[in-house]
């Protein structure tokens, strides 16, 4: 004779198979988005960062006059210079042309049109410690009105900026995981309501605490688990979309990366269907556990 | 062994007009495999006495110990333990609606995790001595009253308690059954376990007499 063991007390029926998965899909799509909010803002943080503060950008005014020694032209003295600097590594002269169509918008229209003489640009890659001070002084005695630019302090407001978001998208995650836990502790809450008589009555057969609160339990974490997969199978494709339309920012997607995703969100997304069951768990066995104190 | 020792019961939701106490220094002892019925009119405390005795409520003041422990002293777990070790009728019965009579009587020896195979065998027999093995597929809401009432007695007696309470269990049945109930009762009574029923039913007090405890407005006026 084929006996029920399992659903003694009916929670498969008071636990909500539609509310309780549909509301924390929902909240474990918006945690994946967050997440991978959060993991874009380091990983640009880290790129942007490191070649923010590297960059060095050296402009030469009125490159072919003679420089302070009068024994080269200014550009020639300061390229000698930064070629005998170990800390500046690449330094490569911008040609005319690309100087021209970076000022361009700037002044309006063609530079050698206008009778203007454009400054060289020396792009190069800062490796030195702290800050080219140094470097800076002794290329305006070289030839004087030199500027050296970094860009320190771009990097740091990239580094602030991608801080804070970072921090909106932790809190994002914190708002969403108290939610999920609402929404279980109501669910529960109504279940309990629902079972009310067949949860005494079993009390009153001598069931455990832990027994009763382990089957309201199981089942949220199953619903809570069934809940964070289907909102993540549905976050994917709207992250790969994402991803695809930050494409400009991120340089060229990886050849073989899965969706082009990045790969710390793809190791970090089963961690959110087990945070949605651990989350269905405990917040059923507390509230169970709480409701069972008003028994004797 | 059950003790009372001037035991008061409090409701914290009294009905008003109806006494604050519902029992009112009640003291009596009730040896180990002994047999008493509890008697007394409709509201006199039956229940609420019961209910101190397989411990649904709290006392007010006073002291109980049942089955040679002191009620105020256990933990949550232990108070779970000995109730597995009592088994009650209750007047309104309590069966499960979503289980059939089959589940409910293996109700208690599920939550004890007992072996299906001892399970099997002893919800078969205790249907059959309640005269109900045909219908042990119905559902409660698919049973007469009666019917209702004798598997809340298969389900209390299944587990072979040290202790059998029952409140009013033959109030549905027609005297054969009565008498049949009887017999089962007072066979568990006579393997030691000890057994206190109340009832109205002043003619099966009278063709069993075993000693009373009467109740009236919550003191107890009799103990013999
Ligand atoms: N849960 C409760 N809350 C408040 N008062 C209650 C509660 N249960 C019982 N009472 C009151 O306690 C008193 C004793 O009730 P109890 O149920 O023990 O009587 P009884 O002897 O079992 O009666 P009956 O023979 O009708 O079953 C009554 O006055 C009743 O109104
Ligand atoms: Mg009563």
């Known amino acids: 004779m084929a006996r029920r063991r399992g659903d003694l007390l009916g929670v498969r029926a008071a636990l909500s198979r ?82 021209n169509r970076l000022v361009a918008p700037w002044l309006g229209g063609d530079a050698a049109a206008l009778g203007l003489t454009l400054p060289a640009v020396i792009n190069a890659e800062w490796a030195g410690p702290g800050t080219p001070d140094a470097l800076a002084a002794r290329l305006q005695t070289l030839s004087p009105g030199t500027l050296v630019k970094t860009g320190a302090l771009w990097a740091q407001r990239v580094a602030a900026l991608t801080a804070s978001l970072q921090g909106c998208a932790l809190a994002v995650l914190a708002i969403v995981a108290l939610v999920a836990a609402a929404v279980v502790a109501v ?109 004797p | 062994m059950v003790r009372f020792d001037d035991v008061w019961l409090r409701y914290r939701h009294a009905a008003p007009g109806e006494a604050a106490e519902a029992l009112r220094g009640v003291s009596f002892e009730i040896e180990d495999g002994g047999f008493r019925w509890l008697t007394g009119p409709s509201g006199a405390g039956k229940t609420s006495l019961l209910k101190l005795i397989y411990l649904a409520e709290h006392p007010a003041r006073g002291r109980i110990e049942i089955l040679g422990t002191r009620a105020a002293r256990l933990t949550r777990r232990e108070a779970a333990m000995l109730r597995r070790r009592i088994g009650v009728v209750y007047q309104d019965f309590r069966l499960l609606p979503q289980l059939d009579a089959y589940d409910n009587v293996a109700l208690p020896m599920r939550l004890a995790r007992r072996g299906e195979a001892q399970i099997e065998a002893d919800v078969t027999e205790i249907l059959r001595w309640v005269g109900l093995a045909h219908r042990m597929d119905a559902h409660p809401d698919e049973l007469s009253g009666g019917e209702q009432q004798r598997i809340a007695i298969a389900r209390a007696v299944v587990g072979r308690p040290r202790l059998l309470v029952a409140d009013e269990p033959t109030g549905n049945l027609d005297d054969e059954q009565a008498e049949r109930l009887m017999v089962l ?12 029923v109340a009832t109205h039913n002043n003619a099966l007090v009278e063709r069993h007499p075993f000693p009373r405890l009467g109740l009236e407005r919550g003191r107890l006026v009799r103990d013999g």
């Not at chain 1, 669910?187 to 609160?213: C, M, N």
């Not at chain 1, 997969?229 to 339309?245: D, H, K, R, S, T």
């Open chain 1, 18 to 99: 539609r509310l309780l998965p549909v509301l924390v899909g929902a909240m474990s799509f918006l945690a994946a988005l967050a997440l991978a909010g959060a993991l874009a803002c380091a990983g640009l943080a880290a790129s942007w960062r490191g070649e923010a503060a590297s960059a060095l950008m050296i402009q030469v005014p009125q490159p072919d006059d003679p420089d302070a020694a009068h024994d080269a032209t200014r550009l020639a003295a300061v390229q000698r210079a930064l070629a005998g600097d170990p800390a500046v590594r690449g330094p490569a002269v911008m040609s005319a042309a690309e100087v």
């Open chain 1, 187 to 295: 669910a529960t809450r109504a279940g309990l309501a629902q079972l009310r008589e067949t949860i005494e009555t079993v009390h009153g057969l001598g069931a455990l605490d832990a027994d009763i609160a382990g089957r309201f339990a199981a089942r949220a974490t199953w619903l809570a688990l069934v809940g964070s997969v289907g909102g993540m199978a549905l976050a994917l494709p709207v992250l790969a979309w994402l991803v695809w339309l930050a494409s400009p920012f991120t340089g060229p997607a990886r050849p073989g990366a899965f969706v082009h995703l990045p790969p710390a969100l793809l190791a970090l997304a089963p961690l959110l269907p087990g945070g949605a069951a651990f989350i269905g768990w405990g917040t059923a066995q507390l509230t169970v556990r709480g409701w069972l104190r008003r028994l």
């Open chain 2, 185 to 196: 009762i007072t066979a568990l009574n006579s393997l030691g376990t000890t057994v206190i």
